[in-house]
């Protein structure tokens, strides 16, 4: 995992701890490698994820792919809710 950032003091600000252990345990739990940029006051995620989201004919497969696609966009979901929340909050 790697965050590249235009604005080191937002990016400082919104990495709380709790976010940081988020992150660390997605990368654990999965093994998925992924950047996050924050740029320009703007967030995106790049996940380098392979064949996800592309369906397979082998249905043992299958259900973990789909949780493991589902749980790549519940993280993107949950830190941007985060990250929103922490900046509405945040003095500037």
Same mark, same amino acid.
Not at 33 to 39: G, R
Not at 71 to 85: A, G, H, Q
């Given at each position: 995992m790697d965050v590249y950032t235009d604005n080191k003091i937002l990016s400082m600000r919104i990495l709380t701890a709790d976010i940081m252990e988020k992150l660390v345990d997605f990368c654990t739990k999965y093994q998925i490698k992924f950047d996050i940029h924050l740029?320009?006051?703007?967030?995106?995620?790049?996940?380098? /994820?392979?064949?996800?989201? &592309?369906?397979? /004919?082998?249905?043992?497969? &299958?259900k973990y792919k789909l949780y493991k696609d589902y749980s790549i966009l519940k993280l993107c979901m949950d830190l941007s809710e985060k990250f929103i929340e922490l900046i509405d909050n945040m003095e500037i």
């Amino acid at each position: 995992m790697d965050v590249y950032t235009d604005n080191k003091i937002l990016s400082m600000r919104i990495l709380t701890a709790d976010i940081m252990e988020k992150l660390v345990d997605f990368c654990t739990k999965y093994q998925i490698k992924f950047d996050i940029h924050l740029k320009n006051n703007k967030l995106y995620y790049r996940f380098f /994820i392979g064949d996800s989201f &592309e369906p397979t /004919i082998y249905k043992e497969q &299958e259900k973990y792919k789909l949780y493991k696609d589902y749980s790549i966009l519940k993280l993107c979901m949950d830190l941007s809710e985060k990250f929103i929340e922490l900046i509405d909050n945040m003095e500037i």
